[in-house]
């Protein structure tokens, strides 16, 4: 009796056997975003009516609403550098074309204020090429947005020349046959590449409204350095910075409804992978001009880290690293790849069930969208309040908080990645593997996995690097002792020595660079065919 | 005799547009049933079915009597209904060799390795693949990938083979060749298959019957000549007549 009802349980349990690997799956995301969130919501009911009253105060929405309108000068500015030169760079004969983009994307693998650091080198008072009026101009809104726009335009241009390259070539042809390049362009190719730029859009909105080290670096009041003062400091006060992230609740979900509605499921096609194959548009006259503009913009992506690197050469910050750099970069770098592997598993599972329609997927993407595009500090703020109690004080206190931070914050980046090559690989190759006898589990490390491999590896170099890029959220919960890079360098650029400030800085961008170059070299060339 | 395959009663919608609408069929163990119909008509649809990869909304699928889906509930699931398939596209796993595409369901089912490299080898050496498993499918022929994929198919000795237009992108005399090998392979294991097509040469090639689906329902069922000899309507003519004015003789590849 007994053993057939042991059986008939493990029928049951294999039956159900994808239902279950996406739970677990689902559990991961939940937890890690989801609970936070939620928590924060009972927190703030908790807090009571003294901390509720910082809302009745006006200097909270005035800064809110400024912070909002610097987020949409940086999406506006960087919508109108990396459009362009996202369909310049997959679809022409632009010169350097492939280098260009290398050297335009990288500034957006690196923490935002590493590159605030660099301007400041180099146009700051007391900069290569500084002056008052300079130095004036950085340290405003009118910097910020500069500042900020050239390190996120790449995300846009990326993107775009992702979708481009991935379109059917087809589509570009028949309007070729009768249509010029410019007209081509912009009401062929753009238009085919409309719900990737909105949700490039809106990727560089949640990350402008989440940065902290920026406005904080360059001295611009905005709502997110509000909640991280009331954290720590003289202006410790917790039960406002929990009532203080309330009204970035509403915003996080009013992206991620727009989201839905501007992209759905078309935000999964954003990662051709077809490679620059296809013959490119003629510039024509355009060529030299073009290709000025486009460099241009790529170099002065770059210029803060030459900057960094050559303060640091001439201050003796090389030789000091050593003395200064600490555990930091293994710190980064173990976290990151811990995470980023969570992700990568949590991705493949969510991202192929997203991709092919399985039930509850899809409400698990959202939420890792939300986790995503709500602002750093609720989230930050979230964990601390499910984390930072007794019971968990161990994991709150170790270096897993961050694991948990980044996997809740970037598991949209493994998810996205892997639908997107789902969604080009064929069902049949699944559904063969279902007729002759595999079950789930079975059919996604034997078939789903190798034969999306590429999109997988893809998504975790891309999850590493954002973990190793991230700041505004690890900077509120880092355990003492235990910071990454970003954060040890961000505390010690109010009062260590620049030189090696900036050492610290290069050498971060080293070694985001180094994992790059591995990571590409490691990729699989392509998917098997 | 309890029928292979038998479909009873089935209607199947997708987005409020009916795709199946009270389709029946049988198909007796050991036959070969040509499933007949234009682009469109549900052929596919049926397909998935039969496999489990969609539920019908009402009516009936059950597999040597064992009842796999009813009306709305899918009672076995794909992994468990002892079928195998041959996809339009073959659908080969790319990143596993000829060999180990061929195991992958043998192991999923628990075949021992002695056991399974034997049955490998001997249906290897039958499809005229001998010495070819360790070759990945990137590096065949488009002929030596359709043996593949019916070796893949017929190495699990299922209980029904459902092949959906494997052959319709390939030319006629690779067709021919092809057809040949399919039908000895069917008839001498004496497996039973539902083969779907729009080509009524392929249908009259090998199929034992042929079964006219049009909009969903099953028009007319019997052997190559009982359809010429008295087609049931004017769709079922207008195929037949289609071949006729293209020259060819059906069946007669």
Known sequence: MAEAVGRALKRALLRRQQMLVLAAAGAIVLLTSAVPLARLLSEIFDA???????????????????????????????VAIGAPLGLLIARTDLPGRRALWMLHAFPMFLPPFLLALGWFQLVGREGFLGSEVTDRLLFSQVGLVAVLSLTFSPVVTSMVALALLGMDASL??????????????????????????????????????????VPMFLRVDVFPAAVFARLGGIQYAPGEAFALVLPLMPLALGLLLLERRLVGAGSFAVAGLRGMSRAPIPLGNWRPALATASWSVAVAGALPLVALALRAARGGGFGNLPQW?????????????????????????????????????????????????????????????????????????????????????????????????????????????????????????????????????????LAVVFCLRDFETAVLYYPPGGEPLPVRIFTLEANGPPPVVAALAVAHALMTALVLVAGVLLLPRRSPE | MTAAIDLEGITLRYSQRRVLDGLSLTVEPGEVLALLGPSGSGKTSVLRILLGFATPEAGAVRLSGEVASDAGRLLVPPEERGLAVVFQDLALWPHLSVARNLAFGLQSKGVPRPERDARIQAILERVGLGGQGHRPP?????????????????????????????????????????????????KERRTTALYVTHDLREAGALGDRIAVIEQGRVVQEGTLESLRANPSSSFVRGLLDDFAWAGTVPGNF
């Open chain 1, 172 to 213: 570009e042809e028949a309007a070729r046959v009768f249509a010029g390049p410019w007209r081509v362009g912009t009401r062929i190719l753009l238009p085919a590449a409309r719900p990737t730029l909105a949700l490039a859009a809106i990727v560089v909105f949640a990350l402008t409204i989440s940065e902290l080290g």
């Open chain 1, 325 to 461: 750099i600490g555990q930091a970069p293994w710190t980064s770098l173990g976290t990151a790849v811990i995470a980023a592997t969570a992700i990568a598993a949590v991705g493949l599972v969510l991202g192929h069930g997203a991709a092919r329609g399985v039930r509850g997927a899809s409400l698990l993407d959202a939420m890792a969208v939300l986790a995503f595009v709500t602002p750093a500090p609720v989230l930050g703020v979230g964990l601390i309040a499910v984390w930072n109690r007794p019971a968990t004080r161990a994991l709150y206190a170790s270096a897993a908080i961050l694991v948990i931070g980044y996997t809740a914050r970037y598991a949209v980046v493994g998810i996205r990645a892997v639908a997107s090559v789902v969604l080009q690989s064929a069902v049949h190759l699944e559904e063969a593997a279902a007729a002759a006898g595999a079950r789930f589990w079975r059919r996604l490390i034997r078939i789903i996995l190798p034969v999306n491999l590429r999109g997988v590896a893809a998504g975790w170099l």
């Open chain 2, 138 to 186: 990137g590096q065949l022929s488009g002929g030596e990938r359709q043996r593949v994929a019916i070796a893949r198919a017929l190495v699990l000795e299922p209980r029904a083979v459902l092949l959906d237009e494997p052959l319709s992108n390939l030319d006629v005399g690779l067709k021919r060749e092809l057809l040949s090998i399919f039908r000895h392979l069917l």
């Open chain 1, 48 to 78: 009571g009516a003294a901390a509720l009253g910082v809302l009745s105060a006006v200097r909270p929405w005035l800064l809110l609403i400024r912070s909002v309108m610097l987020a949409a000068a940086v999406t506006a500015c960087a």
